[in-house]
């Protein structure tokens, strides 16, 4: 089972990030007494107007704290950019607006229309 958190620190060496979106294994009370950590983080998602730089920035750090994968939603170039880091060497892809995204969340798979969000 999964949850997602808006806007609430992750736990990483470095620092405790809060990204926009969070997908995270565990339910609430998993995380009553402490943030999660990158390696609990299964996506992060960060949605960049003006920060775009900022939070490619981010991408190492999510890396270094063994997050899974992590997607970067350019609202101006209406872009996504997506970080796997789950490969032995991680892989960056962008899509388009019109692309359709699947994300295997435990045995359940969910499929996201970028349109809908960068429309």
Known sequence: MSLSLCQLPITTQRSEPEPDLAIVCGTHNDYRQHHPTGADCRLIIEVADTSLEKDRSKAAIYREAGVQEYWIININEKTLECYDFTQTTPTTQMFAADARM?????????????STILS
């Open 102 to 114: 699947t994300l295997s969340v435990g045995d359940s798979q969910i499929e996201i229309n970028l």
